[in-house]
């Protein structure tokens, strides 16, 4: 069975930094892109960014561009977002996905409060 599982949300202040996780298994990692996602209550599920199954990053949210960063490591069939210089808009549930097989598999969400 597909599972995703993200980790390493928290609180931060404004310009701080923070890695989040997303620990796959259930399905062959290394032949699949990966994305991030986030969404705030009341809103739309936004496409953050996302790397294809070589590493190479096919997508990057205008409003995070040359501030977050979307990488993988196919041994330890993990995906990770590097988020830096975070702001107060950041604040979201972040999620995992993966389109496998005709179906989106997403995880349970990690949160993220920017606050001071």
């Known amino acids: 069975q597909v599972q995703l599982v993200e980790s390493g949300g928290g609180l931060v202040q404004p310009g701080g930094s923070l890695r989040l996780s997303c620990a796959a298994s259930?399905?062959?990692?290394?032949?699949?892109?990966m994305s991030w996602y986030r969404q705030v209550a009341g809103k739309e599920r936004e496409l953050v960014a996302s790397?294809?199954?070589?590493?190479?990053?096919?997508n990057s949210a205008d409003s995070v561009k040359g501030r977050f960063t979307i990488s993988r490591d196919n041994v330890k069939n993990t995906v990770y977002l590097e988020m830096t210089s975070l702001k107060p808009e950041d604040t979201a549930v972040y999620y995992c996905?993966?389109?496998?097989?005709?179906?989106?598999?997403w995880g349970q969400g990690t949160k993220v409060t920017v606050s001071s």
């Open positions: 259930g399905f062959s990692f290394s032949w699949y892109g």
């Open positions: 996905k993966v389109f496998r097989a005709g179906t989106t598999y």
């Open positions: 790397i294809t199954s070589s590493g190479a990053v096919t």
